[in-house]
């Protein structure tokens, strides 16, 4: 292995590799490495500057003690920046250590190797290129050692109810409801960031780690040492970006539903909440308002007059908020302009079509700064010119009818190079042209590392109306704000509802909308049966033929059920400032809105193994109901004294206590 001092980071070469170790942030470090003769200088997530720091390189000769006494000395290298350091031997491998204290290894098994007293006959190496055949790029494996007892969070968004990753594999690609956010926090005390959007995996097993992309040119990887998630999450948010200020006035109630058809709709129901004295701070007009997916406008028929809507809606304090899908029908005005323009995502084999929901669609190409640019100024037209205030960004992933990551190819690359990033250069179509015009708060269904930057709300997906749907949520919003995404949401009581009448629904809507409460975006949303509201004509297209759901308003759900909700946003908005203050937090630290109860108390062992009650902000211990009919819970009180809010009896911490749950109460709990 050949070490070199180069301007403050420790270069190492072997074996056509080329490994680089600097500096980035305080108490982190950067690695990279690559097979080509550079490196492609892309900094993906790594877009904050991160201040100037003054690591500590050296190169010196290690000696090896071998099992039968005698030794030899092997040439090595270590970089030290603040609390971490990597050491690496005369194979390539690093070591990280955190104050002096090992927190990471790669994983190697084979000759040559001093770091295991395992079998070397193996030969598993640390780092594995395999070159993609006829092709320049690599598909990559880089192993880690495993460390017994360590719980790893974060990493996006998966449906599943398990927030301990530890175990788990996970894919790393964007689907409806799944969200690669590829940065995890370990209770030992460090963050890492697999700052590379190529599809592949991760397994954090317990025989070792391991990362695998699909299709890279260069490795690289972000690894930080902090006292805790807070301060690990802090550095994390430096060196990608925080989420900007959050309106005072999207705080409240957004109301939405499957979906309103007419302008006349969406007026009516503005004026009904009116009329109960509720305030909607943003009413979403969902998909199909349009004549055919691409064509960004209103279908004229059902919306003659958009602007005078807005103008209406916003004298009553509404924002108002579009949805816009990346697909492109062959029906569209601007499908063959953009396709003659190569302005739409490429299919390497066969005809192109990329998505098949109601239309033959091939969806944009948003790492293409002309298609961002053509996007932007039908929308701006269409939409932004007649006063809409915001975007939901649906399909954001993109949506693809077959999910086969190796057909589709970008400007930026194929897929399976780039794909993980396609949410975020989706979003700033719409961030970079907005954010000089003030506070941008669009919707998205996806999100990457950094995606926090660009004024993202993400929601959860298109998610199963179930109480285990429910379970899997807390855990995904929990670990999505782990991974630097603050502004998380959910459709309240699920996507898919087969009908509304059901009792059981009913009571998962409560118990849904009580736990929105307590998070970042009070929304409600929803694709609600049964299907039986006629179509409004029976053209093909347009925005009369697609179905809708039932209505999905606050008194849509019978007078007792409307009372919990009516006391519960009460709630909601007596909290405003707190509430404030916490969106605050995100921008100016990083914290996320809902938190683990580990993040808020992190010298609490009890706190590490809690995976179904949550911190909203630092003052209230929220503790959501997840079953049928269940009408008490247990709650875990980390130390100090807590005020049921139900009715005010106080607690001792230290202890679990089991409370009362009426379908009319969701157990929270106020520090004190």
Known sequence: MEFIKEKGALVARRQGETLKIEAYGPDALRVRATMNTGFTGNQWALTEECGKTEPEVEVFDKVITHWDGTSHTEPAAKITNGRISAEVNHAGVITFFKDGNKILREYYRSYGGTISKSSSCLKIVNREWKGIIGGSDYSLSLKFESNDGEKIYG???????????????????????????PFMVSSLGYGLLWNNPAVGSVTFGQNYTEWISRSVKDMDYWIVAGDGPKDILCKYTAVTGRAPKFPEDRMGLWQCKLRYRTQQEVLEVAHAYEKEGIKIDQIVIDFFHWTVQGDWKFDKTYWPDPKAMVDELHSMGIKVIVSVWPSVDRRSENFYPMMEKGLLIRTERGAAQTYDYQGDCVEIDPFNPEAREYVWEVCKRNYYDLGIDAFWLDNSEPDYGVYDFDHYRYQA??????????PQMYSRVFFDKMKDNGPVVNLLRCAWAGSQKYGNVVWSGDIRSTFESFRDQLSAGLNMGLAGISWWTTDIGGFMTDDVNDPAFRELLIRWYQFAVYSAILRMHGDRGPYNIPALDDRDWGGGYLHTGQPNELWSYGEDNYKIMRHYYDIRISMHDYIKQ??????????????????????????????????????????????????????????????????GTEYEGGQTVTVAAPLEYMPVFEKM
């Open 155 to 181: 990493m996006g968004q998966y449906q599943q109810p398990y927030m301990n990753l530890k175990g788990s594999i996970l894919e790393l690609a964007q689907r409806n409801s799944q969200i690669t956010v």
């Open 413 to 422: 690359g194929p897929a399976l190079q780039v794909s993980n990033m396609y």
């Open 582 to 647: 916490l969106f605050d937090e995100a921008s100016e630290n990083g914290s996320p809105l809902i938190r683990t109860m580990f993040y808020e108390f992190p010298d609490d062992e009890k706190c590490w193994e809690l995976e179904d009650q949550y911190m909203f902000g630092e003052k209230y211990l929220v503790a959501p109901i997840f079953a049928l009919g269940q009408r008490e819970r247990s709650v875990y009180l980390p130390c100090g004294k807590w005020k049921l809010t139900s009715d």
